[in-house]
């Protein structure tokens, strides 16, 4: 069955580290997106891209970054600079752009600040 | 702009009661409405959309109708079941542009 896959489900990370989250999706979906959920504010966009080698910033990227070498992988690394990073982090693809179609989540990544 | 306006929580019924999730939006031109599901430490999942006015979109007993002339798409499920306790988001696709817009989200827990 196709899916977008992300790892790891739980992430720890000390302070001052960089980490870098999974999305992999195998449903040919050319735009893929990172969102951000934090309890009692729903999903905040992060980055999106719409094809490999090109990627936008969304409402929060400071202190994330993203890479598109592939269509298929969408990896968000979240680094340092990002003063608050603890949050649901959820990775999502659409077969394109525009959002008629709807999206497909994964299941997240839950990252823990320690 | 676009933005999507939803009930707050967090909402506690009983098994076999009635749900209704008010959502309103504003937009412009014509886009495209969903309502999506989150359970305990999971991913979002579409529970049903509507791409246009008057539309209803419908799936395992939940139910929500494209009303442009309220800008609303209101989730209904008429028996609620404990197996439906989870976070509902609904959301925002414009026809043009670049991402979805989200509500805040509504818990919902069903008492047995």
């Known amino acids: 069955d196709g899916g977008i896959t992300q790892s790891p489900k739980y992430l720890f990370r000390k302070e001052g580290q960089n980490v870098t989250l999974s999305c992999e999706q195998n449903?040919?979906?050319?735009?893929m997106y990172w969102y951000r959920q934090d309890p009692g504010q729903g999903l905040r966009l992060i980055y999106y891209?719409?094809?490999?080698?090109?990627?936008q910033k969304g409402d929060i990227a400071e202190g994330y970054s993203v890479s598109r070498e592939k269509k298929e992988s969408f990896p968000l690394t979240v680094t340092s600079a990002q003063k608050n990073p603890t949050a649901f982090y959820l990775c999502?693809?659409?077969?394109?752009?525009?959002?008629?179609?709807?999206?497909?989540f994964g299941s997240g990544t839950r990252l823990t600040v320690v | 702009g676009n933005s999507v306006t939803q009930m707050e929580g967090p909402v506690t019924l009983s098994e076999e009661a009635f749900l209704t999730i008010n959502c309103t939006y504003t937009?412009?031109?014509?886009?495209?409405l969903f309502w999506y599901v989150q359970y305990p430490g999971e991913g979002l999942q579409l529970l049903l959309k509507?791409?246009?006015?008057?539309d209803k979109g419908s799936n395992k007993g939940f139910e929500a109708t494209y009303r442009k002339e309220t800008t609303s798409f209101h989730l209904e499920k008429g028996s609620v079941q404990v197996s439906d306790s989870a976070v509902y988001f609904c959301?925002?696709?414009?026809?043009?542009?670049?991402?979805?817009?989200f509500g805040t989200g509504t818990s919902l827990t069903v008492i047995p």
């Open positions: 509507a791409t246009k006015a008057d």
């Open positions: 937009a412009t031109g014509y886009p495209s």
């Open positions: 891209s719409q094809i490999v080698n090109d990627f």
């Open positions: 449903l040919n979906h050319d735009a």
């Open positions: 959301a925002l696709g414009p026809n043009t542009g670049n991402q979805f817009y």
């Open positions: 999502a693809s659409s077969r394109e752009l525009l959002t008629g179609a709807g999206y497909t």
